[in-house]
Each structure stands twice: as structure tokens, then as C-alpha cells.
């Protein structure tokens, strides 16, 4: 054993310089390998993409296991989640933003052509009330809260196309976080605003066939022709019908977003989402018209909501029945400072004035 | 920088016009004076001041269908500020650190959503009330809308800022609360201390006389 010698300094010395450039030869080239490959043409596959594609693909409903205690703690690829978010970029936020531009548009051109709807009589200055404090009171306490929803719900689906040109990166974030908790906190009291509508605005709304009528002749909004109407009319009943139906679908999916406590999955939310959003959109620029005709599109409109009275005139040529039904009343040309009037108004009737309809429904007009 | 400002030189200069304000406009009260009441008394008036300042927390019998409005929305409304104001997690935070240099346990987060609520709906019903109704609208003055409107601003821009992810929304909601605190003892607002004083001076003057107010 005393004969073998060991190996010399210099010798240790070469072999440790000769494994240490091997090492940095093979920790250098080896990884451009594939590159050289994938230039000669030659294809290298991934040992895991069959595995991977295999478990996307895989058929649903999931039945592995697994200890996480979570509803999608089984889901090791969720493939339902590119299809929402190709269907987000894709098709809601352009299709969406074509419906509410086209609507500004639609009606731009009805106010171009048409102008502003007068009362042909002009104002006779006999007032005949039209809704009870109540009633407005639970319209704009529902009509502010749309507001500031669909504010915040459009920063939220367009303001990253929208407002960063605008506001720049930062500025965008600070508005998206601000708009993102105001629509969080304001939604769930938005249910409570649609049923208070329901109560206070849904006797009276039935269809008749006054209302078909009513839509054949355009509700006279084109030319002279007088649409006969009760105290709503068939644009009135549709769009209530259209806030009950609309909002209580928004205010379901709001909540099943805004609460996700309850066990809900990646995909219930996605749906909720799909759901939320397209009747949003849809309720936005209906939205549009019924400001419209509420404001700048009709003479003596916006009276009824703010003063709770309307012009005789303007109740003669909107609603010729239900003017009718208040003059046999003897409630055309109230004075609204008597104080019968006031006295009215603090009547927690729920009813509010309305029509004098007897009880259990219109007067089947 | 503006969030340093608003939190540093205006906080403090708006909660001395508070404190100083509310404490010159109670002593205002207080030192008043009333002309001597020469009738014999039936009674004290201790136990009419404290019993008037419960018993006012509801409406008297025969009020209550004109009133039900009110209570209902003003006490959604208390309620929810209330509870915001005190039990918010990011409120204790600052009562903690820049006021008391205490604090307690705050809100669960549903708590605090559920207030919130009520405190926004609430608000904004009787200020639409007031808006709507002709009489309250006849004897609503600037300060009546003032009050309300700057209120629900402050409670807006709390509601922007309840992210804590932006110093600007917080130093927008530091500014709004700034100036609340600067207008309260000018306006309607200083309420919140006053009603203890009238409610017992009703009962104490009408227990006095022998009324059961």
C-alpha cells in the first residue's frame, strides 16, 4: 500500500481544473440544445403535455379527491375559465359597447328628427296630481342607486379602455379600486329599491289590450295620432316590467358575486358574471331612453316625478283616459298649496294618488 | 404630500374648530339663562328630564302614522353611522393611533357592510323626503341639505377609500371628514350634543308643572 503514491499537487490540480470547465461546459450548453433543435427543425416534445392536455380535457363534473377544503380544490386546470374570459374581451365588452353607443346614437337621431315632444295645446296651468310623495321618494332613492351602480359597473367592464388614455395607469387604479368598493357596498341595497318599486308602482301595470293599441300607433310619438292610454302607458308598463324582471336577475347575480361565502365555484361565479354583466349592458341602455323621454324628449315629463303634478294638457294628450277618469273626479286644476293637497301628501297610502281606480284594479281600460 | 397635509396640519386645525366650536356653542346654551319661574313647583325635575329623554325616542300615540317614515329611516340611518363611526376597522385604527391611544375590537366585516348599508339607504331617504314632501320643503333651510349632502359625501369617499389600497382616496376622505368637522358646530349637526339638553329641559320643565311630557 506504501507503494502507491499519491497523486501530486499538480496532478490534483489538472483533474479539478478539467471537471470544473466539463461543469461549466454542460451547465452552459446544454440548455441551448433545444434551441439548436428547434433550428435544425427537430421537435422536442414536453413529457408533462400529454399528462396536462389530458387533464384539461378531462370530462366534468371532476371526481378526484383532495384534502383542500375547497369547492374547486379538486379542479387541477379549470378549462370553463378561458371561455368566460374569451367571451369578457371578446364579445361582451365590443358587443356591449356597440349596443349603449348605438342607443346614444338611436337616440341623438330620434331627437334630431322628432326634436323635443311638446304639449300641442300648450300648458294649460291646471295642475292634476300625479304621483304621491312615496312614489318618488322610492323612484329616485332606485334611480340614484342605478346611477351610481352603472357608473361604477361601466369603469369596471370599460375603464381600462376608456380611462387609462385618459388617467393614466395610476389614476386608473386609484378610480377602478374606488368604483369597485362603491359598487360592492351600493348593490345589496339595490334589491330593497326594486321591490320598493314593485310595491309602489305596480298597481296600474298590467297589459291591456289598450297597450297593443297603444304600441301599433308608436304611442303617438311620430306625426299627430293620439294613442290612447290609461294612467301608464304600453312604454311605461314595459319598461317597469323590464326594471322588475331586470333588476331582481342583476340583484341575484350581484349578490351570488358580492357574497362568494356560500360555496360558490369558479364557474357559478363566472356564470353569475355572464348573467350580471349582459343584463346590465341591456338595462343601461334602456336605461337611456326612458332619461331620455323623462327629460329632454318630452314637455312637462319630468314634472310628474319632481312636483308630483302635470299639466291638464299634457295629461289630455299622454293619457287621455286617466285624465279623464281624475276630471270626473274633480281632480283637474288642484291648487297643490291647498291643504287638502298637503294634507294628501302625508297619507302613507301606499297607493299615492294614482288613478281613482277602483279597488282590485283598473278601470280595464 | 396631500395626504400629510390633511392628515397633519388640517386634522388638527379642523378637530380644535370642532372641539373649541361644540364646547362654545353648548356653554352658549347653557349659560343662556331663563326668566325665574315663580310657580310652585309640583315636583322635581329630574325624573321628567330622564324619563322625556327616553320617552322621545319614539313618537307619541297618535303620531305615529305621520312619523313612521322618519323613525324607521332615521334610525336605520343613527344606527348604521353609529356603528360605522366606532366599530370600522380602519376608525379604530385612527382612534388609536391619533386620538384615544386605545382601541377595541372592531366590526366583523358583514357587521360593517350591514351598517353601512343602512346608513347610506337611510340617508338618503330623508333627504329625498325632504326634497319631495312640499311642506318639508318649504321649511328646509341651506344648512338642512348642507348637512345631509356633506354627510353622505363622507360616508362616499370612506366607501372609496375602504380598499386602503391608494393614499389618494384616503387623503380625499380625510378632507371630506375635515371639513365636516370644521362645519358641524355651525350647522344643524351639533344636534348630536343638543338633544340631550332640550329633551331634559322639556322634561324637567314640564315634570315641574306637574305634566307627565
Known amino acids: ?365 | 404630500m396631500f395626504l400629510e397635509f390633511v392628515e397633519g396640519p388640517l386634522w388638527y386645525a379642523s378637530a380644535a374648530i370642532f372641539i373649541f366650536g361644540v364646547s362654545l356653542r353648548l356653554i352658549e346654551v347653557l349659560t343662556r339663562g331663563m326668566p325665574p319661574d315663580l310657580s310652585a313647583p309640583r315636583g322635581p325635575g329630574w325624573p321628567g328630564a330622564l324619563r322625556t329623554l327616553f320617552s322621545r325616542s319614539w313618537t307619541a300615540e297618535g303620531f305615529t302614522r305621520g312619523a313612521t317614515f322618519h323613525l324607521v329611516a332615521g334610525y336605520m340611518f343613527h344606527i348604521g353611522l353609529f356603528v360605522l363611526l366606532l366599530f370600522a376597522a380602519p376608525h379604530v385604527v385612527f382612534l388609536e393611533e391619533r386620538v384615544l391611544g386605545f382601541g377595541w375590537t372592531p366590526a366583523p366585516h358583514w357587521l360593517f357592510i350591514l351598517a353601512a348599508d343602512l346608513a347610506f339607504a337611510g340617508l338618503a331617504l330623508l333627504w329625498l323626503r325632504r326634497v319631495m314632501h312640499p311642506v318639508m320643503r318649504k321649511i328646509s333651510t341651506f344648512d338642512d341639505h348642507a348637512a345631509a349632502i356633506l354627510t353622505f359625501i363622507v360616508m362616499f369617499t370612506g366607501c372609496m377609500a375602504l380598499l386602503m389600497s391608494h393614499e389618494s382616496l384616503r387623503a380625499i376622505h380625510m378632507l371630506t371628514v375635515c371639513l365636516l368637522l370644521i362645519y358641524f358646530p355651525f350647522s344643524r349637526l351639533m344636534h348630536a350634543f343638543t338633544f340631550f339638553l332640550s329633551r331634559g329641559f322639556t322634561g324637567a320643565a314640564m315634570a315641574r308643572k306637574g305634566v307627565q311630557a
Open chain 1, 1 to 365: 500500500m506504501s507503494d502507491i503514491a499519491a497523486p501530486s499537487p499538480r496532478l490534483r490540480y489538472r483533474r479539478a481544473f478539467r471537471i470544473s470547465v466539463l461543469l461549466l461546459a454542460f451547465v452552459l450548453i446544454v440548455p441551448l440544445v433545444p434551441y439548436g433543435l428547434a433550428a435544425t427543425g427537430v421537435q422536442l416534445t414536453n413529457p408533462g403535455a400529454d399528462l396536462w392536455r389530458e387533464v384539461r380535457q378531462r370530462v366534468q363534473p371532476y371526481e378526484a379527491t383532495t384534502q383542500v377544503k375547497d369547492i374547486d380544490g379538486a379542479a387541477l386546470i379549470n378549462t370553463w375559465g378561458e371561455t368566460w374570459r374569451e367571451f369578457r374581451s371578446d364579445r361582451l365588452v365590443p358587443i356591449g359597447g356597440g349596443i349603449l353607443l348605438g342607443t346614444l346614437g338611436l337616440i341623438a337621431a330620434f331627437y334630431l328628427i322628432r326634436g323635443r315632444i311638446r304639449i300641442e295645446g300648450g300648458r294649460s296651468g291646471e295642475l292634476v296630481p300625479r304621483f304621491s310623495v312615496n312614489q318618488r321618494v322610492v323612484h329616485w332613492f332606485a334611480a340614484g342607486l342605478f346611477v351610481i351602480l352603472g357608473l361604477t359597473g361601466l369603469v369596471l367592464l370599460y375603464g381600462r379602455y376608456v380611462l387609462i388614455p385618459l388617467l393614466g395607469p395610476e389614476g386608473f387604479s386609484a378610480t377602478a379600486a374606488a368604483c369597485k368598493e362603491v359598487h360592492n357596498l351600493f348593490g345589496p341595497i339595490f334589491p330593497f329599491a326594486i321591490v320598493g318599486l314593485m310595491v309602489l308602482f305596480g298597481r296600474g301595470n298590467r297589459f291591456r289590450w289598450l297597450d297593443v293599441k297603444w304600441f301599433i300607433k308608436a304611442g303617438g310619438l311620430f306625426g299627430h295620432r293620439i294613442a290612447d292610454s290609461g294612467y301608464y302607458n304600453g312604454g311605461q308598463k314595459t319598461w317597469f316590467w323590464m326594471t322588475v324582471l331586470f333588476g331582481l336577475l342583476i340583484s341575484i347575480s350581484g349578490l351570488v358575486l358580492d357574497f362568494p361565502l356560500f360555496g360558490q365555484g369558479r364557474e357559478l361565479m363566472a356564470a353569475a358574471h355572464v348573467v350580471h354583466a349582459v343584463i346590465a349592458v341591456v338595462f343601461i341602455a334602456a336605461s337611456l331612453g326612458h332619461i331620455y323621454i323623462g327629460t329632454l324628449g318630452m314637455e312637462g315629463a319630468s314634472e310628474s316625478m319632481t312636483r308630483g303634478y302635470v299639466d291638464g294638457n299634457w295629461a289630455k294628450e299622454h293619457h287621455n283616459l286617466w285624465y279623464a277618469e281624475m276630471e270626473k273626479a274633480g281632480m283637474v286644476g288642484v291648487d297643490e298649496n291647498a291643504l287638502e293637497e298637503v294634507r294628501r301628501h302625508d297619507d302613507i297610502d301606499f297607493r299615492g294618488f294614482g288613478s281613482p281606480l277602483p279597488k282590485g284594479g283598473d278601470t280595464g281600460h
